[in-house]
């Protein structure tokens, strides 16, 4: 960190020099408390003239505040790929973490952000009355200075500006009526205080309101009517927070029952009196995620739903850090799935099942009913083999979601195979990625779960989807096992697993398919069970060339020669070398550990064109191969392997004939 700037004496000077006194005095505070931690780094950066124009234009726009939002988006004066974001509003939580987020999602670089705070009384017209005074008045206004690089035109301004000014408006809903969504939590519990199936329910709304949970918004919905034929409505003047103004939700007006999926309606009206999930709409306060949605259903003296308490919010790091046995709700789940598994404490049974549950993602812990968590543990604690792969989907009806729960081979795992698997559920669903947690315990497995926004899916695409992921997550040596038995069959294709396993390298596996690998698995065998040292391979019609280019393959026993004494003789064949890619081989040959390699060498020849152009493309190997073991010299002649289709033999006719004559002074020396 540098070292903090303090008072900027030449700032202070340069604004006593250019404005009255009592002008002076204002900007001076406010330069001062904007720059106060700048660092002395900062400052030598930049010019005191250009601090003095930032700090008037800061000053000037946030002498006026008409409402309880400000904002002001340009490009920097004299350089268009910086933009200047300034807001004013009224101190409160959340501001620069939910305006960061924003930026993070615009892909700004946030060069500079100064956030100071401010005490000011202002007129009826939002002008400055008293500035900094101590006076009664006086509140707490929080100003934003934001340098983005990026390069925003007049029109992506105005877009920021709206944006900048409804995310801070919801900041202001949401902190605003903090204390009043947590009191109706609390009223909830009150009212509940009778009924005795609600004890972890009220348990659960004081664990939200002591930490677990950032309270967003807040609305009550009234239930009408018989079921099948009433409605449910938004009960007017009980939003709180951000859905103060939402007038997009899907029950701010009358809905019929008969609108609702009988899967739905159930939920609604049968299932657990507490429901939570995630919703299909993000959160611009605080962070950018989906939001939380937290369900009370109530119930009228015949027990029918008679109205429901709905908040929204995000549950806080605490929340995602506390281990969950221990949380209200989920430790009756999991109170009632030990029950249900028959699991004595402190059996192997119940270590594990214990260990399963608090491993869960909470999202999915809150969301998902004891059932269907029970399924998820058990198919979890059945897999014991290290090559299992396991697709489950769920739907989560309520909140329009579908789960999916993928277990793979711990050593199959990797951030690409994820990657793989996700955009194969995305396509599979028809969906988007709402979240995804890995859990890597001590098991033979890893554990995916994603949440897409989906339709549940049909089976058909279910059974298709576990096609797919079973492919994508089997590992690389389990395929290699597959092929070799498929080609060679079942006993010497084992056998030739057995002493290829652990033989290549995790470079090797990101870079040959199981198909190219055999091929070289072939080679090795066969000079292990010759006399010959090594085998070279010109592949000159491969579908997928790239660039032009072609490959050069050397595979031999021992060690790898160097690429030194390699790369003239290629050179006189005519070939340009565009990369090389080695790898050592470690196959267990009669019982002991083998040591071979494999030279890959994408080329192009003579002209930067394809071997496949070239009369002699099929005759390179042999000819490469007779150089290497000393059979054909190693010149410049080489290269009519290529480009004549000379093999290499009639290259050794001709370099005969050419000795000759300039033995007989037939051709200049």
Known sequence: MGEELGTDNELSQAIEKSLPAEEARRLSIFAERLYARATVESREDTPPEHRLATAKAAFEFFSTRAHPVTARVESAPGDETLTIVETATHDRPFIVDSLLEYFHQLGATVRTMLHPVFKVARDRAGRIASFEQATAAERGESFVHAELELAAGAEKAREIEREVVAILREVGEATADFDKMTGRALQICEETAANRELVEVRDFLRWLIHGGFVFLGYRRYAVSGADGAGKIVADAGTELGILREDDESRFRTRVSFDELSPARRKLFFDGAPLVVGKTQAHSRVHRRASMDS?????????????????????????????????????RAKLAELLGAERAEAGSHDYKE???????????????????????????????????????????????????ALVLVPREAFSVDVRHRIQAALGAGLRGTLVYYYLALGESYTARLHFCFAAEPPKPAVIRELETTIAALARRWEDRLHDRLVEKFGGKRGRALAARWAGAFSAEYQAAIDVARAVDDIEDVEALAASERRFVVETESHRAHEKNGASEIRMIGMGEAPMLSDLMPTLHHFGVNVLAEDAHELHPKIEGRLARAYLQVFSVQGPGLRPFGEFPGASLGAAALTAVREGLAADDSLNALTLSAGLAWREVALLRAYLAAAFQMRLAPA
């Open 353 to 403: 099942i214990v260990s399963a549950f608090n491993s869960f993602p909470k999202d999915e812990l809150f969301r998902a009913p004891v059932d269907e968590l029970r399924a998820q543990i058990r198919q979890i604690l059945d897999v014991k083999s290290e090559a299992a792969v396991r697709l489950m989907l769920t739907p989560d009806v309520r909140h329009g979601n579908v789960i």
């Open 294 to 330: 937290v369900s009370i259903r109530r119930t009228d003296a015949r027990g029918r739903a008679a109205a429901f308490d709905n908040f929204i919010g995000l549950f806080t790091s605490k929340a995602y850090a506390e281990e969950a046995q221990h949380i209200p709700v989920l």
